[in-house]
């Protein structure tokens, strides 16, 4: 039949997509990419885990530190949500 999709091909495709959405996340976020995206693609749960996860450290264009604190603030943020100081660059 050729219109018929095999519920194992659509199974493969939702842990390639867990795995790769995982790894994407992973990245905006500082951590280590593959053991993300495996554990992702295995246990899809714990994209839920990575998307309420804060930063670890800086990540270009996502992130930076306070100059003043060294809080993790958005990259193009003018003031820093944690000691209200004024950013430069």
Known sequence: MPGYVKPAFFIFLVVIAAGI?????????????PGW???CALLPPFLLLL???RPLR???GVVRKCSKCGGLIKWHAP???FCKSEQTG
């Open 37 to 39: 995206c495996l554990l």
């Open 58 to 60: 800086e990540v270009e």
């Open 79 to 81: 003031v820093c949500k």
């Open 51 to 53: 998307y309420f996860a």
């Open 21 to 33: 959405s995982g790894g994407f996340m992973a990245a905006d976020r500082g951590r280590r990419v």
